[in-house]
């Protein structure tokens, strides 16, 4: 089964400053992978997915970047955080029958101060 | 547009009583419908779906749903609530657009009392 490895676990960070969360999953290949965000402990936002390597589709207009280097490796980056980035980010992974829910990691927390 | 509601920010029930989290969702065509359930500070966790078949799905830890078309609803429901249910429970529905994405509700607390 899938395992989905998302580092650091929190992170604070000042205004301004930049940004780079890694997702990484193991037990699958050429997965679909997504960062999704929450804000406030409740909802959960879809910023970017990727269907294969160096392949990214943004959702809303943000901050934020996100690229995929290697077929199991998903990153989220900003080159100047702002506030309003602050947030849990979770990453999840698809692959299989087109029954399969997502899979997530653990996330990260994010205080941008 | 695709979304779902949850409408009912908080729901507080004792341990052993049955509990329901409401989803009611709106999207064209077949719905794929998920849950999940969120510990603090974790990630999601893959309760149950509906896909097709039988409108009474069960899944994971004792829970169930069931699934109305007429009403567009998919609610969670477990018969005897454990305080170690409490956590935060989202509906999902599959977003037809393609490319497995998932259209997520607000959530919904749940608070089991001993």
């Known amino acids: 089964s899938q395992t989905i490895h998302q580092w650091p676990a929190t992170l604070v960070q000042p205004v301004g400053s930049p940004l780079s969360l890694e997702c990484t999953v193991e037990g699958t290949s050429n997965p679909n992978l997504y960062w999704y965000r929450q804000a406030a402990g409740r909802g959960l936002q879809l910023l970017f997915y990727?269907?294969?390597?160096?392949?990214i589709s943004s959702e809303v207009p943000q901050n934020l970047s996100a690229s995929r280097p290697q077929d199991r490796q998903f990153i989220l980056s900003s080159k100047k955080l702002l506030l309003s980035d602050s947030g849990f980010y979770l990453c999840a992974s698809y692959q299989g029958g087109g029954n399969s829910p997502l899979h997530f990691g653990n996330g990260t927390r994010l205080t941008v101060t | 547009a695709q979304s779902v509601a949850q409408p009912e920010d908080q729901v507080n029930v004792a341990e052993g009583n049955p509990l329901t989290v409401k989803c009611t969702y709106s999207v064209s065509g077949n719905p794929y419908l998920f849950w999940y359930v969120q510990y603090p500070n974790r990630g999601l966790q893959f309760l149950l779906k509906y896909i097709t078949g039988d409108n009474l799905v069960k899944g994971s830890y004792g829970f169930e749903a069931e699934f109305n078309k007429s009403q567009t609803s998919f609610h969670l429901k477990k018969p005897s609530a454990l305080v170690s249910d409490s956590a935060l429970y989202f509906c999902?529905?599959?977003?037809?657009?393609?490319?497995?994405?998932?259209?997520f509700g607000a959530g919904t607390r749940l608070a089991v009392h001993p």
């Open positions: 990727s269907v294969g390597i160096g392949q």
């Open positions: 999902a529905v599959r977003d037809t657009g393609g490319y497995n994405k998932l259209i």
